[in-house]
């Protein structure tokens, strides 16, 4: 049909079109390549699964998988009455991105200055917007603004929705109790490192059961339970309990510091011990720091100095002598000696504190007069070879067995130079020419209490969780040393010391108290330091059924009227006083009338000054 010739009648212009046929080398062409794909798709996915399938598996799980890191808490630390004295809370860093900064309700696009940030972070965090916006400076992120902030701070930055704004957690110690269990709790460091007493004996102990928490969650974020290690949210709630009471230790540490105050002294320790299983009930110690603010206060007041530095103990071991002396049967507890005030051994001169003789007198009058004279007469009976057998035996020195960190062994003279030099059994006979640490001195005069056995101090009473504190643990086996029969009379001649004394001591109404005051010259490097002494009394009560010891050492009290009497008595009555009442102790015998009671004066006697001599001075 030509262009210009009219339509067909009775019908519509109809488009031809010719289908051209497919070459079949096309299709096949086509096929192969589909069929190479699908080949190489399946090789490929073959070669994922069971070439690359674990190590894409692992990557999955790297992602999919969150990974919290232990912050490293650790346990509380109560006292025996469960009142907290160390403890972790939370505590934040505030860090600020300042490229992200954002106000809730603002386009996500725009960026606020750090001044906009600083206007409203400046009252929450109570410093001026002037100090903010110079931390931030030019840095576009990674800026510490703040630490130490507590958890109702960070509560308030929170609520002020700041995208750019970062708080990251972390533990701080706290020590509620401030300087009062210091020396013996210890610190950590900034850098949470234990650095001093029990934090750091019993480090491990206190580190919380925390692992690495690791959760899987889904491509939304959320947790997915079969992703959660059994174990990954456990925390345990355990806490280590003392045996140390706060309240006895608070009235300890307040009469000591008193009196060191008062005396001028160098620096003092008081310690209570229920004589029954070992426990201390306080351990004072003075001067003191505060482990909240440690770096303000010299290293030296770290370590407690009654566990770790060794004394002369002087008149207060003189009780232990002679019940080593029972024991011996060297002397009869009816005996007597003849005191003239003076004695020369060895061609050394040893005198009484007052130089003056009392004549014949029994082993309670040696106790009650301090006679220097009167021990070397009775430990003259004991061959100086027993003598010093029996020091090793006590444990003179050998490390005490307790929790107590840092404790040392005492010294003593080789059993050659004991033996053969008269002078050193002569000495020992008052207690100097050895040494030991106030914490041994303590052991051993619970030994002469509970009826001879050698039980180890200690301070701790293990983990305990939950709510529930360890009842008061029942009495210890220790080691057998003394007859009771041996340690029931000398404690009935240290009963007579406190009862015979007119000057102001222990005496309670209703209660029989022990006791025995001592005034040591102190030694450095083998050499007597001239004026220099050691004050110190201990105490054991009741005497009729002993539980307790108390002994209060005060090292180199300043003035010519410093004894053991005048200086370490009024800090034991105090502590006594605050025991018997919080241990809830019954009165030894009915109180007698007012008149009597009006009447009656408190005191234990007993003082040792530095006999005179010349290198080898005793007293």
Request: proline share 7%; net charge positive; charged share 20%.
């Amino acid at each position: 049909m030509r262009r210009n010739d009219p339509p067909a009648r009775g019908g519509r212009n109809r488009r031809v079109v010719a289908l051209q046929s497919v070459p079949a080398g096309r299709l096949v062409a086509v096929f192969l390549l589909l069929a190479a794909g699908l080949v190489g798709l399946s090789i490929r996915l073959a070669w994922l699964q069971v070439k690359e399938g674990d190590r894409l598996q692992s990557r999955a799980r790297a992602v999919q998988t969150q990974q919290v890191e232990p912050i490293g808490r650790r346990r509380p630390i109560v006292d025996r009455q469960g009142r907290l004295v160390a403890l972790d809370e939370e505590r934040f860093t505030l860090w600020a991105h300042p490229r992200f900064f954002n106000f809730p309700g603002d386009d996500p696009q725009l960026v606020r200055t750090p001044t906009d940030v600083a206007q409203r972070l400046s009252s929450v965090l109570a410093m001026p917007e002037t100090a903010l916006v110079q931390s931030m400076g030019p840095r576009r992120s990674g800026v510490k603004l703040a630490t130490e902030l507590d958890p109702e701070t960070a509560r308030r930055v929170r609520e002020l929705g700041i995208s750019g704004l970062d708080l990251e957690a972390y533990p701080q110690r706290i020590y509620p109790q401030g300087q009062l269990f210091a020396n013996v709790v210890g610190f950590l460091n900034l850098e949470r490192v234990a650095q001093a007493g029990l934090e750091q004996s019993r480090d491990k102990e206190l580190r919380r059961h925390e692992g690495v928490r690791k959760m899987r969650r889904g491509a939304d974020g959320t947790p997915l339970p079969d992703g959660i290690q059994a174990g990954a949210l456990y925390s345990d709630d355990l806490r280590l309990q003392l045996t140390l009471d706060a309240r006895l230790q608070q009235v300890a540490q307040q009469a000591l510091v008193k009196q060191m105050k008062q005396w001028k002294a160098k620096r003092g320790a008081a310690m209570v011990m229920d004589v029954r299983n070992g426990e201390l009930l306080a351990l004072a110690s003075a001067p003191s720091y505060d482990p909240n603010r440690f770096w303000s206060f010299s290293p030296s007041l770290f370590r407690e100095w009654s566990v770790q530095d060794l004394y002369e103990p002087g008149s207060t071991f003189k009780p232990i002598n002679l019940a080593i002396a029972l024991q011996e049967k060297a002397i009869k507890a009816d005996g007597k000696v003849s005191d003239s005030g003076q004695l020369t051994i060895g061609g050394w001169p040893i005198f009484n504190h007052d130089r003056k003789g009392n004549g014949l007198i029994d082993f309670p009058t040696v106790l009650q007069v301090s006679s220097n004279v009167g021990m070397v007469l009775a430990m003259r009976q004991v061959k100086p070879a027993q003598f010093w057998e029996w020091l090793r035996r006590i444990g003179i020195d050998t490390t005490p067995d307790t929790d107590l960190p840092g404790a040392v062994a005492g010294q003593l003279k080789s059993r050659e130079i004991f033996t053969t030099q008269p002078i050193e059994p002569a000495t020992a006979a008052f207690g100097q020419g050895f040494s030991l640490t106030p914490l041994k001195l303590l052991q051993l005069h619970a030994m002469l209490a509970n009826g001879g056995r050698l039980v180890s101090p200690h301070i701790t009473r293990g983990l305990r969780s939950g709510e529930g504190l360890a009842d008061a643990a029942p009495p210890a086996q220790g080691l057998p040393v003394l007859d009771p029969a041996v340690t029931k009379q000398v404690l009935a001649w240290m009963e007579s010391v406190v009862k015979s004394s007119s000057s102001p001591g222990v005496k309670m109404e209703g209660y029989r108290i022990g006791g025995k005051t001592g005034t040591a010259q102190k030694a450095l490097n083998g050499v007597y330091i001239a004026g220099a002494r050691i004050c110190s009394f201990v105490a054991t009560l009741p005497i009729e059924d002993p539980r307790y010891v108390v002994l209060v050492v005060v090292d180199e009290p300043q003035g010519s009227n410093a004894y053991g009497s005048t200086v370490a008595v009024p800090v034991a009555r105090q502590i006594i006083e605050a025991l018997l009442v919080l241990e809830k102790v019954a009165p030894s015998e009915p109180a007698p009338n007012p008149a009597a009671a009006a009447g009656a004066q408190a005191g234990a006697a007993g003082r040792t000054t530095p006999a005179q001599g010349a290198a080898t001075v005793r007293g």
